[in-house]
């Protein structure tokens, strides 16, 4: 708990656990100078469900549901950033054919949590519109994806050595489709928004984040890019089918709230350039690894796997006994770190831009929670 | 190259391994194993060659805890792993915090306290995380669920 009264002036604001900007349930406890904020503290934990304690108790095919459960805006990253580790600590290799559809699937994945994110941001910031046109091009991709998957959130696709489906016709030229009309819409939110006097005069200089700052609270993802860090892991741990594809990292100057919404939107395009590529690569063959063995038993080690999630780095860390069972995994996931330089940031703002801030940051709170 | 300097920067410190990783295996460039006191100094030494602090978090092996740092670089790929072996003791075990060196440590301290149980000397706001603030149990301790109704 804040102390209360430090100063006679001075109250505590409770924004939160119900609060139509902290997107699942975040609670900030403000200390409060007038409409200034002196104190900040987030209060996490209330969407935590245990997985990590679960992966302790179940094998490791039986623990592949959670994984879509735990960052639900971009579960294909977590899919695979899980898969990659198990594949690493027995020693599977995935054929090349099954390592683009899961580039495919996990941009396409991408560029529909960076929708959301887009459209529910300007909702907190009092743009009705956007969320319309950004829920109307990510209803595209859901269906591109429920076609293939069988699932329009909480994605389960991927399996050790390979994906559990294959790409169709009718998904490719729904997908070639699909890069066409985004691209014609971007025009549509640079007017609309981008270029939107008010916005601007909103996020600019607000919420700055500097680079030393990035580095001690080990941010990653478009809030770390957003400070003018090139830091990817999809290019700087290259893995999958990524080094196939040409893609450039956008970065912003500042650091503060307006250049993290331009990375993301940047963002996007270079994911269009990344799923046209690799649908003109993409090669035939199988999709599964020869010989998955049903029950998997990994020898004892430990085995640490990243990979670029919408949000930020996502890690997989696994330490095996040689049992069924994993006998430790932990989930090293970017809203963690990236929320907890928010007491920091949020100081001698006012209320009205800790909205602002927050949003910027893209928080998913049930991946935080775990 | 980074984890040179990384080498150089850490032999001075006496630790007990400072050795190439099996980059392919298990994705780590560099393992390093220390005492969990050494670790502030540790931290700081990677703050100095511009690392970050991936991930922090323990094992509980019953007899004995590992706590398990993960540092990695913006500007060049190498990831360190640094394992700190710590005891169980009656009172509890306790290591320093590196919250002063990685203000982003924090959290991740606060997490490893609430699920584990693990003390972190010289913490800011050591207190429970992602658990209710009265909860009187560590889930993540390995002897946790193993009455029948309680998992």
């Known amino acids: 708990m804040i102390e209360l009264g430090i100063e006679e002036k001075s109250y505590t604001l409770n924004m939160g656990p119900q609060h139509p900007s902290t997107h699942g349930v975040l609670r900030v406890l403000l200390e409060m100078d007038g409409e200034y904020i002196t104190k900040a503290e987030p209060v996490i934990g209330y969407g935590h469900r245990g997985h990590e304690h679960m992966a302790e108790n179940r094998s490791y095919q039986q623990f592949l549901p959670n994984m879509g459960r735990v960052d639900y805006l971009h579960a294909l990253a977590y899919n695979q950033g899980y898969c990659m580790a198990v594949e690493k600590l027995v020693g599977l290799t995935v054929p090349e054919r099954a390592e683009f559809i899961r580039v ?44 293939i998957t069988g699932s329009r959130l909480t994605y389960c696709f991927y399996r050790f050595g390979g994906t559990s489906g294959d790409l169709d016709e009718e998904f490719v030229s729904g997908a070639r489709a699909f890069i066409q009309r985004l691209r014609s819409r971007f025009r549509d939110y640079e007017s609309l928004v981008t270029k939107n006097v008010i916005f601007i005069n909103r996020t600019r200089d607000v919420g700055v984040i500097t680079r030393e700052q990035a580095v001690k609270y080990g941010l990653t993802g478009p809030t770390l890019r957003g400070s003018g860090i090139p830091y990817d892991i999809r290019k700087s741990e290259p893995y999958s089918a990524y080094p196939a594809c040409d893609f450039q990292i956008p970065i912003g100057e500042k650091g503060d709230v307006f250049d993290r919404y331009l990375v993301r939107i940047l963002e996007m395009e270079q994911s269009l350039r990344i799923i046209e590529q690799a649908l003109n690569q993409l090669p035939d063959g199988p999709i599964m690894a020869d010989k998955v ?19 930020g780095e996502f890690g997989c860390y696994i330490v095996s006994q ?34 602002a801030i927050l949003g910027s940051v893209d928080v998913v709170i049930p991946e935080i929670d775990r | 190259m980074l984890k040179d300097k990384l080498k150089t920067a850490l032999a001075s410190l006496k630790l007990a391994q400072v050795s190439d990783g099996d980059y392919a295996r298990t994705g780590y460039h560099l393992e390093v194993a220390a005492g969990p006191e050494q670790m502030p100094a540790v931290a700081q030494a990677m703050l100095d060659q511009g690392c970050f602090l991936e991930s922090l978090t323990a094992v509980d092996w019953r007899e004995s805890f590992t706590l398990v740092y993960h540092f990695a670089s913006f500007a060049e790929l190498c990831r360190t792993v640094v394992h700190a072996s710590l005891t169980k003791e009656t009172k509890g075990a306790e290591a320093p915090t590196i919250s002063r060196v990685y203000p982003g440590a924090d959290w991740y301290e606060r997490e490893v306290y609430d699920l584990f149980g693990i003390k972190f000397a010289g913490h800011p706001n050591l207190k429970r995380l992602l658990l209710p603030e009265d909860a009187d149990f560590h889930p993540l301790l390995k002897d946790f669920g193993a009455e029948p109704g309680n998992d």
């Open chain 1, 322 to 355: 040689g049992d069924i069972k994993p006998y430790r995994i932990k989930l090293r996931v970017p809203s963690f770190g990236n929320l907890s330089i928010l007491p920091e940031v949020a100081v001698d703002n006012l209320v009205a831009d800790l909205v």
């Open chain 1, 104 to 147: 495919i699937l996990s941009e396409f994945n991408r560029i529909s949590s960076h929708l959301v994110w887009i459209g529910a941001y300007l909702l907190d910031l009092g743009a009705f519109t956007p969320i319309l046109y950004a829920f109307d091009d990510r209803e595209h991709i859901l269906d591109l994806l429920d076609r």
């Open chain 1, 293 to 311: 063995p049903k029950r998997l038993k990994p020898a004892a080690g430990e085995v640490y796997q990243a990979v670029e999630s919408a949000r």
